[in-house]
């Protein structure tokens, strides 16, 4: 894809300010009104010759045939945009499959939109999306209680398909290193998942899945489902994808160990196709969340709390020292054991993504 030109109104108002002009003093300089320039600025008018001739003389440095020649070309670049949207059924697709919420983070260009998803489908055209989603899907597995929308699962294969390649990007082929070294190197390092720094648990868990041999990346929502965590299989490679989903450091950690546990239990490995979706619910899920809660906070620990409803925070503290957890680890496991949220959230750190794996 070719080099995408930004709007003339892009380009004029990062050469204002780098010229310590302000709207004002530009509408003074040109002669023409404040509103008459805002308008210019904000893209809603087009950059008349006369507002380019008046823009080279209030601003050194401007030249008024580059501007035309860029507005020329802006204008270009719009009359082909709308032929290969509308080639492209863009406006149909984008509505239906949801990508103001699948590109928040990516990108708001619909022709960036579009390229992407004709890359990561290997597509000559949108128009085929419809045909080659349910083949795609088949090998996906969602749970049915996270659709917010009717086309859901299709919104995700989306999103997955577009996150799959985004990981993949100008990564290194790591070799995973098989299920009992990956159950072994998870254990020797718990104590790095007892953190209360996003930036350190990102630093933590990447390290941890890098000696596993498995690519980690990082995203700030799955568009309409609750989704914290997937696992997928791409050229004999094996990937974890985490969300920012509920915010919290101890959510990601579960979502972590829960997706190492799908890996060490064999439900997914580098030659699979399928993806599995960490709210999902069936056996493999429940084992994997056994898993995950009985390796953070050990079941013969936590189970020596009588009363869990009354649980005391010393008694959360002893339980955190006996499994060597975090305290906010055995809050969340009271949470989900108890489902009252309501108690010692104070214990629990928030979670932030400064940069995602799309680069935002």
Not at 43 to 48: E, I, R, T
Request: proline fraction near 2%.
């Amino acid at each position: 894809m070719n080099r995408r030109i930004q709007p003339t109104s892009s380009f004029i108002k990062r050469y204002i300010n780098e010229n310590n002009v302000s709207q004002k003093e530009l509408a003074e300089l040109t002669g023409y009104t404040e509103k008459q320039v805002s308008l210019v600025l904000n893209g809603k008018l087009k950059v008349s010759e006369r507002f380019a001739h008046a823009l080279s003389v209030a601003i050194k440095g401007l030249k008024e045939d580059f501007i035309l020649r860029y507005e020329d070309a802006y204008q270009n670049q719009l009359l082909n945009d709308e032929a290969f949207l509308n080639i492209n059924n863009y406006k149909e697709l984008s509505k239906k499959y949801y990508f103001s919420k699948i590109f928040k983070n990516i990108t708001q260009d619909p022709v960036e939109q579009v390229n992407l998803v004709l890359e990561a489908f290997k597509l000559d055209n949108l128009k085929f999306l419809n045909n080659i989603l349910p083949s795609f899907k088949n090998n996906c597995l969602f749970s049915k209680d996270i659709s917010k929308t009717d086309y859901d699962s299709e919104v995700i294969s989306v999103w997955t398909k577009i996150a799959m390649k985004e990981l993949t990007i100008g990564e290194e082929p790591k070799k995973f290193v098989g299920k009992d070294v990956a159950k072994k190197i998870l254990k020797e390092n718990k104590e790095l998942l007892n953190v209360s720094d996003s930036n350190d648990l990102i630093t933590n868990l990447k390290y941890i899945a890098d000696l596993c041999g498995i690519h980690l990346g990082f995203s700030k929502s799955a568009p309409t489902t609750y989704i914290r965590g997937l696992t997928f299989a791409c050229d004999n490679q094996l990937f974890i994808i985490l969300t920012d989903r509920f915010k919290k450091i101890e959510y990601v950690v579960f979502a972590f160990v829960h997706e190492m546990y799908h890996i060490i239990n064999g439900d997914i490995d580098s030659l699979s196709s399928r993806i599995r979706v960490s709210s999902e619910i069936n056996d493999a899920e429940d084992i994997a969340n056994l898993n995950t809660r009985n390796f953070l906070v050990p079941d013969n620990i936590f189970n020596n709390l009588k009363d869990k409803k009354n649980t005391t925070l010393s008694e959360i503290f002893s339980i955190a020292q006996d499994s060597r957890a975090s305290n906010g680890l055995v809050v969340a496991r009271l949470h989900d054991e108890t489902k009252d949220y309501t108690k010692f959230w104070q214990l629990l750190n928030n979670f932030k993504i400064d940069f995602d794996m799309f680069g935002n």
